[in-house]
């Protein structure tokens, strides 16, 4: 099964994707994860990500293609994988549609984690006091937030054009609610 996530920052999708990825046995693709992987084991396509890394550059599509590409090609990813947070645009989702065209698949569903937007903020400011995360600043949320609305409100629509593939999840309440809502979401 080919899944995509998708939730603002402060959702829960970093944790419900790899509950669920758990759950169906196949591997939670995240690109930030591929990246820093493919730059500690010196790949190639690593290689190339670092030198954009280090310049403090957004790694080009490109080469995050190339890395999805490697793990979908891999014996792990043979009955699918989760993609969390990726595609984020619509000229990503369309490459990624080629791409799993390529392995005669396609998306099958997209789980959209709904967050009250108080919510989302409240959670990322607790978790920069937990975590000490810098990114986790009030400035710095509402523009990521916007970045996501501004993004994702397209790609919802992208992928709503495809009778039955979108489920909205509310992202509220407990871990494992979440979780159950999430699991009857892919199953329905």
Not at 13 to 42: C, Y
Not at 105 to 132: I, M, N, P, Q
Not at 178 to 183: A, L, S, T, V, Y
Request: hydrophobic share 40%.
């Amino acid at each position: 099964m080919y899944l995509l996530m998708l939730g603002a920052p402060g959702s829960g999708k970093g944790t419900q994707g790899k509950l669920l990825a758990q759950h169906l046995g196949i591997p939670q693709v995240s690109t930030g994860d591929l990246i820093r992987a493919a730059m500690k084991d010196g790949t190639p396509l690593g290689k190339k990500a670092k030198g954009f890394y280090d310049q403090g550059m957004l790694v080009p599509d490109d080469v995050i293609f190339g890395l999805i590409e490697e793990i979908l090609a891999s014996p792990a990813a043979k009955n699918g994988v989760l993609m969390d947070g990726f595609p984020r645009t619509i000229p990503q989702a369309e490459a990624v549609d080629r791409l799993l065209a390529s392995k005669r698949a396609t998306v099958e569903r997209v789980v959209l984690l709904d967050v009250d937007e108080k919510e989302l903020v409240s959670r990322l400011l607790a978790r920069a006091s937990k975590e000490g995360r810098a990114d986790d600043n009030p400035e710095s949320i509402k523009k990521r937030l916007t970045v996501f609305h501004e993004q994702t409100a397209p790609l919802i629509k992208f992928y709503e054009g495809r009778k039955g593939v979108v489920r909205r999840v509310p992202g509220m309440g407990s871990v494992d609610d979440i979780q159950r809502r999430m699991r009857e979401a892919v199953q329905a």
